[in-house]
Each structure stands twice: as C-alpha cells, then as structure tokens.
C-alpha cells in the first residue's frame, strides 16, 4: 500500500512517499522542505494510488513567545493540505495524526531526547538499524530522508502500526 505522508510547516513541509509492501525499497521519494505546490504535485501523481496522513498540529504544552504564531501557521496549512488531499484522493484515504499519537504509534512517547531524534531512531530500527540509511555509495532502504521527511516518515510509519490505514480505501 502507498501511503504519502505530510508533516506541516508555516513555510515548507516533509513529505514522504512510502510502499508498505516493498521491504527492500519502500521509500518512493520524500522531500524535507515541500512547498504547497510541491505537495499538490504529490497529491495529483499519486491520486488514484495513495493514502494521505497528514500531522495535525496539537499544542503538547507550554508555547514560549514566538511559538503561538507558528503553531497557527502550521494548523492553517494542515487544514489547507486536508482539503486539498481530500479532493485528489477522496475522503476516505486522508488521515490526520497528532504528534503524540505518532510517538505513541511509534513506541517512543516518553524517552531521551527530543521527540524528533526519537522518530527519527524508530524509523531506522523499524527498517533494521544502523544500515538503513546507508551511504551513497551502500545507500539503505531510507537514503536519501533528512529533516522534516523523518516527521512525515514516522507519521506513515505509526499510521499503519495503528491500522487507521486499510487497503481499499477504508479507514478504521
């Protein structure tokens, strides 16, 4: 199953293209810094074939100065790709996640660290540790994600161990 995953950003957005059925390859292409005209591409190429799992911005706590602004942005483009993805792929096949329902997917809700680089390590023991991202000489099923496509690659990963992903078009 394709799974196409967004994480929002007030400016640019990680997107990841992931085939659930490919073990050896599954990461079809990912960008870490999308425009909202790189993500209407995504969404028209990948129509009739892909799910859509959007994060949905929710605050975790305490928003120093600065950060209110930015948390508004962030929900204003969620709700922008939602609408959009709902109209290239229907209803049916677009999900939104919150952050902490991706950590909590994902097994990594409390932990060392910041909840970025605990992603980013679930994502890679997910698909076998340390050579899974490789080098470009050796790349790994993930060369090539970096950045914000770690966000959007957790949030695929822990909507399919949720199973609010079904093949078909059905969602939990």
């Known amino acids: 199953m394709i799974?196409?995953?967004?994480d929002p950003g007030p400016e640019t957005s990680g997107v990841v293209v992931y085939d659930s059925a490919n073990d050896s390859a599954p990461l079809l292409g990912?960008?870490?810094?999308?425009?909202?005209?790189d993500i209407?591409?995504?969404?028209?190429?990948w129509a009739e074939h892909?799910?859509?799992?959007?994060?949905q911005p929710a605050c975790m706590g305490p928003l120093g100065?600065?950060?209110?602004?930015?948390?508004?942005?962030?929900?204003?483009?969620?709700?922008?790709?939602?609408?959009?993805?709902?109209?290239?792929?229907?209803?049916?096949?677009?999900?939104t996640m919150t952050r902490r329902?991706?950590?909590?997917?994902?097994?990594v809700l409390s932990g060392t660290g910041s909840a970025d680089s605990r992603v980013r390590a679930a994502c890679i023991a997910d698909h076998g540790?340390?050579?899974?991202?490789?080098?470009?000489?050796?790349?790994?099923?993930?060369y090539g994600v970096s950045s914000h496509a770690w966000q959007a690659l957790g949030l695929v990963l822990a909507a399919l161990e949720a199973?609010?992903?079904?093949?078909?078009?059905?969602s939990a």
């Open 101 to 107: 329902e991706v950590l909590r997917g994902l097994g």
């Open 50 to 55: 892909a799910h859509v799992v959007i994060e």
């Open 30 to 37: 990912c960008h870490k810094a999308a425009t909202e005209e």
């Open 65 to 95: 100065a600065g950060k209110v602004g930015h948390m508004l942005d962030t929900a204003w483009q969620a709700g922008r790709f939602s609408a959009d993805a709902e109209a290239y792929v229907g209803a049916n096949r677009v999900h």
């Open 40 to 45: 209407r591409g995504y969404l028209s190429h």
């Open 3 to 6: 799974v196409l995953g967004i």
């Open 129 to 142: 540790g340390d050579g899974a991202v490789g080098r470009k000489s050796a790349p790994g099923p993930l």
């Open 163 to 170: 199973g609010i992903i079904h093949e078909g078009g059905d």
